[in-house]
């Protein structure tokens, strides 16, 4: 509805311009005081409705969004009303050939452009039609004049009608399209930072968050925290139980450390090989080291089931933490935890070490 919305709001101007220049081209206002005053005030005042609805159209929306889309509805069948009553009263009118002539083209006009404009909605598209054009036919008809201009109309209408149903279903299977490239797009993006393996971040994805965390931790002046961690002895699962079973043993690690770090703001990546790597926001140290003393011995504790054989081992953790500040660089934040790392695998691995200044 809101699209429906945008597309018939240049209309309400129209509507408003081409009634003055209608009714006051030639002294037809004067000739028709009366007819003239009463249809200016009706359409004038329901394009002013349309205008101020238009204005408030999303704060009504969050309000109710029935009555919204029906207010919108509602005034759009108002306005052909309005204007397909005064263009059934021109063409009963004996005299004025050069107004009945104007009012017909702006008719024509009008009706092509809304019809154009409502074509989401399909209904309202072929009842604005019909509104804007048939009563003209009837008054006619029943007056027995103008068989001719009758039947112009008719076919004019139809032919509306036929284009609304064929716009209507082009509309929405060009938005389906529109909406499928776009899921494709997101997809290929999903794609593009995950890891193909083990279905959490990869590295690439990890090198663009962590260069946007730091500049937003340096800003709000918090605790930016990194940990790397690195499976031990991975080769021997490899060399044991082939690189498939490696491969699974790999997801497994990836699912735990999903599972522990799961904030929205919590970064789990694969940083290469058996490596890994956690980026956490706001979290104090010592949380952290508790959290990552967990993943530990949840990693030794685990035993990968692959076709009967246990696989097992342990990891080595190595952490880092700072408030950035303008000295420091996001590359020494990984530096530090790096080291940490390999002090914790020089120590006899299945450790978790921090890093320090």
């Not at 263009?87 to 004025?96: G, H, P």
Request: glycine fraction near 6%; hydrophobic fraction near 45%.
């Amino acid at each position: 509805m809101a699209d429906l919305k945008k597309r018939s709001s240049i209309g309400i101007v129209f509507y408003m311009i081409i009634s003055f220049i209608l009714f006051f081209d030639g002294g037809y206002f004067s000739r028709n005081f009366y007819f003239s005053l009463t249809f200016l005030l009706l359409l004038n005042g329901i394009c002013l409705i349309r205008l101020l609805h238009l204005a408030f159209f999303a704060r009504l929306d969050d309000y109710n969004e029935t009555l919204n889309n029906g207010i919108f509805i509602a005034t759009v069948i108002v306005t052909s009303m309005i204007w397909g009553g005064g263009f059934a009263y021109f063409m009963v009118q004996n005299d004025e050939f050069n107004a009945k002539l104007l009012m017909a083209i702006c008719t024509a006009g009008l009706c092509s452009g809304g019809v154009v404009a409502f074509i989401p909605e399909r209904r309202l598209s072929v009842v604005f039609n019909i509104l804007m054009t048939f009563p003209a036919c009837l008054l006619m008809l029943i007056k027995g004049i103008n068989y001719h201009m009758s039947v112009m109309i008719i076919l004019f209408s139809g032919y509306l009608v036929m284009l609304t149903v064929r716009g209507n279903r082009e509309y929405w299977d060009a938005l389906e399209n529109e909406n499928k490239l776009k899921d494709k797009t997101i997809e290929l993006k999903l794609l593009s930072h995950t890891d193909a393996l083990t279905g959490i971040y990869n590295r690439r994805f990890f090198n663009e968050i962590f260069d946007f965390e730091w500049k937003r931790a340096l800003r709000d002046q918090a605790l930016l925290t990194i940990a790397i961690c690195d499976i031990d002895y991975f080769k021997r699962i490899n060399d044991t139980f082939g690189h498939i079973a490696g491969d699974e043993y790999l997801k497994q690690i990836a699912e735990i450390l999903r599972n522990t770090f799961k904030r929205d703001t919590d970064i789990v990546a694969r940083y290469g090989g058996e490596e890994f790597v956690i980026l956490l926001w706001g979290v104090s140290l010592e949380k952290v080291i508790q959290m990552v003393e967990h993943v530990r011995q949840k990693i030794e504790d685990c035993r990968v089931d692959y076709k009967g054989a246990f696989m097992s081992t342990t990891m080595c953790f190595g952490i880092s933490a700072c408030v950035p500040d303008n000295v420091d660089s996001p590359s020494m934040l990984i530096t530090r935890a790096d080291k940490a790392l390999y002090t914790a695998k020089n120590l006899g691995r299945n450790r978790v070490e921090v890093g320090r200044k």
